[in-house]
């Protein structure tokens, strides 16, 4: 049940390049959608989230871009940095529900930024 | 900032043996959560908890299991016979009432059934 995916299991850049993770998902009745950045030993860490209404959000460095009709979303690091190294998780929600509004993770892509 | 905390960091148990992992919430937080990340697999949903309550169980979270807020800054989720698929990564999440959506998680259980 891959109802979210992360279909590239690792990504390596140039530091100052940017990064581009992108993720699919399948269940229409998705209306909300978080990246989780996450270092190993370490929780995930809240990075930043669009709603289904918008097609972009930018924070800094990071945009996380949406396209309903294609069930698709990015996240783009503009400019990469070694720190940024670390394993990024898709997640999604449905919101509409009003109920625990579980999130349902991607298999994650680990971002390798080199110097 | 606030953040959420878990203890202990590593639990190693034997199969069959009851396991409690604590978890402290952001403070100002209702909305609290259980995932569990089995190695090299994804963050998957165990159990949610609002007003005291379970709102919404995976088909993981079986008899086996339990979840508590037994005061007003702990959540606990019990296991009460562990099996040696029960090893992973415990993460506890919590959520604001607001309309923020976004679920903070803390550092982590690491949990060894042998």
């Known amino acids: 049940d891959q109802q979210v995916k992360q279909n590239s299991p690792s990504l390596s850049v140039q530091e100052g390049r940017i990064s581009i993770l992108n993720c699919d998902y399948t269940n229409s009745m998705f209306d909300y959608f978080l990246w989780y950045k996450k270092y190993p030993a370490e929780g995930p860490t809240f990075l930043i989230s669009?709603?289904?209404?918008?097609d972009k959000n930018e924070d800094g460095r990071f945009t996380v871009f949406l396209n309903k009709s294609a069930k698709h979303l990015s996240l783009h690091i503009v400019p990469s940095q070694p720190g940024d190294s670390a394993v990024y998780f898709c997640a999604a929600s449905d919101e509409s529900q009003g109920g625990s509004e579980k999130l349902v993770f991607g298999k994650g892509t680990k971002l390798t930024v080199n110097p | 900032e606030p953040e959420v905390t878990q203890t202990p960091s590593h639990q190693v148990t034997q199969m069959g043996q009851e396991v409690i992992l604590r978890c402290v919430p952001i403070?100002?937080?209702?909305?609290f959560y259980w995932y569990r990340q089995i190695l090299g697999q994804k963050v998957e949903f165990l159990v949610s908890?609002?007003?005291?309550?379970?709102?919404?169980k995976s088909e993981i979270f079986d008899d086996q299991f339990s979840v508590e807020r037994p005061d007003g800054s702990n959540f606990t989720l019990k296991i009460r016979s562990t099996k040696l698929e029960d090893s992973a990564m415990y993460f506890c999440?919590?959520?604001?009432?607001?309309?923020?959506?976004?679920?903070?998680f803390g550092p982590g259980t690491r949990l060894t059934v042998t």
């Open positions: 999440a919590s959520k604001s009432e607001t309309l923020n959506y976004e679920q903070y």
């Open positions: 669009i709603s289904s209404i918008k």
């Open positions: 908890f609002y007003n005291n309550e379970i709102s919404e």
């Open positions: 403070s100002n937080h209702l909305y």
